[in-house]
Every structure is written in structure tokens, then in C-alpha cells.
């Protein structure tokens, strides 16, 4: 383990550090003085408080998060085995062998999918609604899912509803209605879908009634926490009258936006913003499965449950429940990052790394298939700092043959986020020697006659296709990352074990190359070898078979 494992007040994540390199166990410096210049985190703690316990507040709705902490066991400790010999899923031709060719199709659910990825939940957080033109767009090019998150129609400030006893029914919200369309512009119909996801107030305010009713959605998602937090989802708002107007729709918000006291320090400038936060939940057995029964009785063709990386006899009960409930599929959601307002000591310290989450989900299964070999088992998908297609090839071969999908938050949003920062400094003619240097492109080249073909590798062939519809530098983006990157990248480690379909993929695969792995695979009796012991019975006989003159 590293250092960060040890309490310490140094974080980029907060915005803070110390004074000296080195430091106390209580991650201190071993001197403290009063007149130190810079802010260790008990001291910016001192005069923020709660500010703290988030990733800076001044980078709200323009970043995302994610723990810098090792936690021992990542996909980093397995290696790919690579075959010399044969194929499987292809003709065995010496002019289709090539890695063009392999299929990378899959399902999530019963959604015809281009690739194995699925984009997580992105609800009502800042960096989601700035960037979804890209994310939905990009999304729908690629042919793969987007899944619109929680709390979109109660932060939607023109959602309209209808007045009940208990808690207002949705009649209609903009926000929602356009995130969906935005996907459907790009939309071919067959491979992806948009998935729309429900929390505790999603439910009050009958948000599945409203989009199946009213917007056509066919595939929907129940939601259990979070995955880089235990808790509800959190955001910021910047103005007061928005926060006086969530807190009358029923969240929580803090300070207090009614309080008196609280709107003199707003209109003063000593509060900068105000959080919100939903409700932890409560749910029973008895309960998720009559929900899963009275979703389907609308007729929708998908249903996903998505859940953060609980403890693991909470991970298994929301297994049997999916697998009991005969559920479409299940995300599991590894420790360690978010869009940018999970605590950071639940980011740091709690729940289950992704790694470790999918052996144990991995385990759980075979136990249930052991018991029941005739069980169906939803499509799972696994996420949690999956951003490159070597961790998605080692996720999904691990997971084998349950795992079908990744699902990816952070990773497109930086696509994203990058893409429309890119398409802005082209659009400004903007771009530096620095810039094209990094691109690729010789520095004698005059920086500001840089294009969006030059800059965007697919952006002719997305030109070829929809030269009729004008495609955000975002969605530009997204789709080059998912299509060329991640899709050509998998495409090529699939031909280096010669299996030319995605689901051939399986556990052989990989090879441990640390203690650390073996011992939770052998925990969770995965049957993945160590790679010093690999098919060591297959070593002898290719060996002793040979003829040796």
C-alpha cells in the first residue's frame, strides 16, 4: 500500500497540503506552526467545515473526482494471455484473420449494443447537464447506451406537476424531455438505448409513470446509492431562489435557505452556494420485488438495477433480488470516483474497490448457478475507473461469462469535456504551437488554421454519414474514444487471443502476476491461475510431445 493509506491532510482533491514533506501518522506536519502559509486540511477545515468534505467547491459542475488511493488489488495485476495458434468465431482464413474483423457486439439486457459500454447514470450534477450533448450524441453514434441519472426532473426548475395529498406527480419537465431526445437526434433505432434511472425522490415524484406515459422510454433503471459514496447523490446550487425551490420540493438543502439568518449571509457574500442532497432510502425485500413486478406491468422491455459497492452480503442480496426478480441486468458500481461532490473520505475509505467488487459479484453468481445451474442471470456490468480497453478486456474476461458491459461516468466525461474545450479554441482560432504539437501535427504549422477535421481523426467519416445534421465537437469526441479508441483497442486484444466474438471471451484469458490477485480469486474460487502456474499440465504435455532428434 502507499502512504496514502495513512490519514493524510495533503489532497489535491481539497485543495490542500503542508508545509513539509514529511508527516506525523495523524498526517500532520510534525511541526505545527501559526503563521503557516499554506492550508493543511484541519486548517482550511478550521474556517470551510463541511466544504472539506467535498473535492474543491470552486470546481464544481467543471470536473469530476476520483480517489488517488492504492488499494492493493486492480486490474493492473492481471496480464493478457495471448494465443499463437488457431482461432475461434472466424473463419480460420488467413485474409479474415485480421483484428478489423472481430465482433464486438454484445447486449446489455435485451439492447442490441456496437460495443461493450454503457454510460452510468449522469443526473442532475453541473458537469452531466453541461456536457450531455456530447455524452447523449456520442452515445447514440457509437450505437451503445446512455442512462439519464437521478434527480433530473426535481432539479428541472420548469418541471411542471401535479399537486397530491402526499408529494406532486410529475406532468411534464423540459430537462428530461430533451436529454432523451438529444440521444434519440443520433439514434439508429437498434443498437443502444436511453435508459432513464430513479432514486427515493424520482419515486415520490412518479418519474417512471411520466417518461413511459409521455416520453416513450422503454428501458428503466432502480438505483441504489451511490458508487463513489454509501449516501445520496449531492450538488451545488449557486443562486438562492433555486435552493428556496428545491427545499419546497422536498430536499434536503443546506444551510437552511428559509433561515433569515442564512438569506442575510447569502445576499452579504459570506455563503457562496448551497448543497443539496437526497435521501439515503429505505428498501425491503418484499418491497424491490413488488416494484420490479408493477415496472413491468407497464410493459417496458428493460429492467436494470444499478447499486453502489456495499458490503458483500448487501452486494449478494441485490444479486438474489435481481436474479429473483428476473431483472434485464445489474451495474455494480466500484469505490473511488464520481461527477465531482462524493465526500472524499467515502471516496478514500469506503465500500469495495472495483476489482475486489467484481470478484466478489463474479463469486456470488457461481454460487447461484451452482445451487441452481438453470437459473437466468441478469447481464451485469461492472464500473469504477474503467477508462482504457485493457482494463475492459480484463473486466470482462474475470467476469465471464456473466459481465457483458462497462460502465463508464468519469471517462466520457473528460472526452467530452475536452472535445467542447477543443471545438471552442478552434472556433476562436485559438490553438497554440503546444496544442498541435500534442495532436501531432508539425509546429512550422500556423496554429490558428487548425480545423475539426484536422483536430477530430473521425470527423470526416461522422461527415460522410450525417452531413445533413450539424454533430457537436463533443459528441465528435465521445464517439472517437468509444469507436476508435476503445472499440479498435479492444478489437485488437481479442485478435491476440484469437477469439473473434466478444463472448468467447472467458476467465483463461487472464493470468494473475500478483500474490494480491491470486489470493482473491482463489477466495471467490474464480479459477484464475497465477501466471507462473498457467496451464502448467498443458506446458508438460507440449513439451514431452515433442520430438527431439
Not at 445520496?232 to 428556496?244: F, K, T
Not at 467515502?346 to 465500500?351: A, K, L, Q, W, Y
Given at each position: 500500500?502507499?502512504?496514502?493509506?495513512?490519514?493524510?491532510?495533503?489532497?489535491?482533491?481539497?485543495?490542500?497540503?503542508?508545509?513539509?514533506?514529511?508527516?506525523?501518522?495523524?498526517?500532520?506536519?510534525p511541526?505545527?506552526?501559526?503563521?503557516?502559509p499554506?492550508?493543511?486540511?484541519?486548517?482550511?477545515?478550521?474556517?470551510?467545515?463541511?466544504?472539506?468534505?467535498?473535492?474543491?467547491?470552486?470546481?464544481?459542475?467543471?470536473s469530476?473526482?476520483?480517489?488517488?488511493?492504492?488499494?492493493?488489488?486492480?486490474?493492473?495485476?492481471?496480464?493478457?494471455?495471448?494465443?499463437?495458434?488457431?482461432?475461434?468465431?472466424i473463419?480460420?482464413d488467413?485474409?479474415?484473420?485480421?483484428?478489423?474483423?472481430?465482433?464486438t457486439?454484445?447486449?446489455?439486457?435485451?439492447?442490441?449494443?456496437k460495443?461493450?459500454?454503457?454510460?452510468?447514470?449522469?443526473?442532475?450534477?453541473?458537469?452531466?447537464?453541461?456536457?450531455w450533448?456530447?455524452?447523449?450524441?456520442?452515445?447514440?453514434?457509437?450505437?451503445?447506451?446512455?442512462?439519464?441519472g437521478?434527480?433530473?426532473v426535481?432539479?428541472?426548475?420548469?418541471?411542471?406537476?401535479?399537486?397530491?395529498?402526499?408529494?406532486?406527480s410529475?406532468?411534464?419537465?423540459?430537462?428530461?424531455?430533451?436529454?432523451?431526445?438529444?440521444?434519440?437526434?443520433?439514434?439508429?433505432?437498434?443498437?443502444?438505448?436511453?435508459?432513464?434511472?430513479?432514486?427515493?425522490?424520482?419515486t415520490?415524484?412518479?418519474?417512471?409513470?411520466?417518461?413511459?406515459?409521455?416520453?416513450?422510454?422503454?428501458?428503466?433503471?432502480?438505483?441504489?446509492?451511490?458508487?463513489?459514496?454509501?449516501?445520496?447523490?449531492?450538488?451545488?446550487?449557486?443562486?438562492?431562489?433555486?435552493?428556496?425551490?428545491?427545499?419546497?420540493?422536498?430536499?434536503?438543502?443546506?444551510?437552511?435557505p428559509?433561515?433569515?439568518?442564512?438569506?442575510?449571509?447569502?445576499?452579504?457574500?459570506?455563503?457562496?452556494?448551497f448543497e443539496?442532497?437526497?435521501?439515503?432510502?429505505?428498501?425491503?425485500t418484499?418491497?424491490?420485488?413488488?416494484?420490479?413486478?408493477?415496472?413491468?406491468?407497464?410493459?417496458?422491455?428493460?429492467?436494470?438495477?444499478?447499486?453502489?459497492a456495499?458490503?458483500?452480503?448487501?452486494?449478494?442480496?441485490?444479486l438474489r433480488?435481481?436474479?429473483?426478480?428476473?431483472?434485464?441486468?445489474?451495474?455494480?458500481?466500484g469505490?473511488g470516483?464520481?461527477?465531482?461532490?462524493?465526500?472524499?473520505?467515502?471516496?478514500n475509505?469506503?465500500?469495495?474497490?472495483?476489482?475486489?467488487?467484481?470478484?466478489?459479484?463474479?463469486?456470488?453468481?457461481?454460487?447461484?448457478?451452482?445451487?441452481?445451474?438453470?437459473?437466468?442471470?441478469?447481464?451485469?456490468?461492472?464500473?469504477?475507473?474503467?477508462?482504457?480497453?485493457?482494463?475492459?478486456?480484463?473486466?470482462?474476461a474475470?467476469?465471464?461469462?456473466?459481465?457483458?458491459?462497462?460502465?463508464?461516468?468519469?471517462?466520457?466525461?473528460?472526452?467530452?469535456?475536452?472535445?467542447?474545450y477543443?471545438?471552442?479554441?478552434?472556433?476562436?482560432?485559438?490553438?497554440?504551437?503546444?496544442m498541435?504539437?500534442?495532436?501531432?501535427?508539425?509546429?512550422?504549422?500556423?496554429p490558428?488554421?487548425?480545423?475539426?477535421?484536422?483536430?477530430?481523426?473521425?470527423?470526416?467519416?461522422?461527415?460522410?454519414?450525417?452531413?445533413?445534421?450539424?454533430?457537436?465537437?463533443?459528441?465528435?469526441?465521445?464517439?472517437?474514444f468509444?469507436?476508435?479508441?476503445?472499440?479498435?483497442?479492444?478489437?485488437?486484444?481479442l485478435?491476440?487471443?484469437?477469439k473473434?466474438?466478444?463472448?468467447?471471451i472467458?476467465?483463461?484469458?487472464?493470468?494473475?502476476?500478483?500474490?494480491?490477485a491470486?489470493?482473491?480469486?482463489?477466495?471467490?474460487?474464480?479459477?484464475?491461475?497465477?501466471?507462473?502456474?498457467l496451464?502448467?499440465?498443458?506446458?508438460?504435455?507440449?513439451?514431452?510431445?515433442?520430438?527431439?532428434?
Amino acid at each position: 500500500m502507499t502512504k496514502f493509506a495513512l490519514m493524510t491532510h495533503k489532497s489535491s482533491i481539497i485543495g490542500s497540503r503542508t508545509r513539509v514533506k514529511d508527516s506525523c501518522e495523524s498526517g500532520l506536519c510534525p511541526i505545527c506552526i501559526a503563521d503557516c502559509p499554506v492550508f493543511c486540511e484541519v486548517s482550511k477545515s478550521a474556517l470551510r467545515g463541511r466544504e472539506v468534505l467535498y473535492p474543491r467547491r470552486e470546481l464544481f459542475g467543471n470536473s469530476t473526482a476520483g480517489s488517488p488511493k492504492d488499494f492493493g488489488f486492480s486490474y493492473g495485476d492481471f496480464q493478457i494471455q495471448f494465443e499463437v495458434r488457431g482461432v475461434k468465431g472466424i473463419e480460420a482464413d488467413i485474409d479474415k484473420v485480421i483484428f478489423p474483423n472481430v465482433d464486438t457486439t454484445t447486449h446489455w439486457g435485451n439492447i442490441k449494443q456496437k460495443l461493450p459500454i454503457v454510460i452510468a447514470g449522469l443526473g442532475s450534477t453541473h458537469v452531466a447537464k453541461k456536457n450531455w450533448d456530447g455524452l447523449a450524441m456520442g452515445a447514440a453514434l457509437a450505437g451503445i447506451s446512455i442512462t439519464v441519472g437521478e434527480n433530473v426532473v426535481g432539479m428541472d426548475p420548469y418541471s411542471k406537476f401535479a399537486n397530491h395529498a402526499l408529494y406532486p406527480s410529475v406532468l411534464s419537465s423540459e430537462d428530461m424531455q430533451y436529454r432523451i431526445m438529444s440521444y434519440r437526434k443520433f439514434w439508429d433505432g437498434e443498437n443502444g438505448d436511453i435508459i432513464v434511472q430513479k432514486n427515493v425522490e424520482d419515486t415520490r415524484l412518479k418519474v417512471f409513470n411520466y417518461v413511459v406515459s409521455k416520453l416513450d422510454v422503454r428501458s428503466l433503471e432502480i438505483k441504489f446509492g451511490q458508487g463513489a459514496k454509501a449516501i445520496g447523490g449531492e450538488v451545488r446550487l449557486h443562486d438562492l431562489e433555486r435552493a428556496q425551490l428545491l427545499q419546497d420540493r422536498g430536499y434536503l438543502v443546506l444551510p437552511d435557505p428559509s433561515d433569515p439568518l442564512v438569506i442575510e449571509q447569502w445576499n452579504n457574500g459570506v455563503i457562496l452556494d448551497f448543497e443539496r442532497h437526497s435521501r439515503v432510502g429505505l428498501s425491503t425485500t418484499e418491497e424491490i420485488l413488488e416494484e420490479i413486478d408493477q415496472i413491468r406491468e407497464k410493459g417496458v422491455k428493460n429492467i436494470f438495477i444499478k447499486t453502489g459497492a456495499y458490503r458483500p452480503s448487501a452486494t449478494a442480496w441485490i444479486l438474489r433480488l435481481g436474479v429473483e426478480g428476473k431483472v434485464d441486468g445489474i451495474t455494480f458500481d466500484g469505490a473511488g470516483g464520481g461527477t465531482g461532490m462524493s465526500p472524499v473520505s467515502m471516496m478514500n475509505e469506503g465500500s469495495i474497490p472495483t476489482a475486489y467488487l467484481e470478484a466478489l459479484v463474479v463469486g456470488c453468481l457461481d454460487m447461484i448457478k451452482d445451487k441452481n445451474p438453470n437459473a437466468k442471470i441478469p447481464s451485469i456490468s461492472i464500473a469504477g475507473g474503467i477508462a482504457s480497453e485493457t482494463q475492459m478486456f480484463k473486466a470482462l474476461a474475470m467476469g465471464s461469462p456473466y459481465i457483458k458491459c462497462i460502465a463508464m461516468a468519469r471517462a466520457p466525461i473528460t472526452a467530452a469535456m475536452k472535445s467542447k474545450y477543443v471545438g471552442e479554441i478552434i472556433k476562436r482560432n485559438e490553438a497554440t504551437p503546444a496544442m498541435l504539437k500534442n495532436l501531432g501535427f508539425p509546429i512550422t504549422k500556423n496554429p490558428r488554421s487548425l480545423t475539426l477535421n484536422e483536430a477530430f481523426i473521425e470527423y470526416d467519416n461522422l461527415q460522410l454519414n450525417y452531413h445533413d445534421k450539424h454533430i457537436p465537437a463533443s459528441a465528435i469526441g465521445v464517439y472517437t474514444f468509444f469507436t476508435s479508441k476503445l472499440g479498435i483497442g479492444l478489437k485488437q486484444l481479442l485478435a491476440g487471443t484469437r477469439k473473434f466474438k466478444l463472448d468467447l471471451i472467458d476467465r483463461k484469458d487472464i493470468a494473475c502476476i500478483s500474490q494480491r490477485a491470486k489470493e482473491v480469486c482463489d477466495n471467490w474460487n474464480l479459477g484464475i491461475c497465477s501466471q507462473e502456474s498457467l496451464d502448467f499440465e498443458q506446458v508438460k504435455n507440449e513439451i514431452y510431445s515433442g520430438n527431439y532428434k
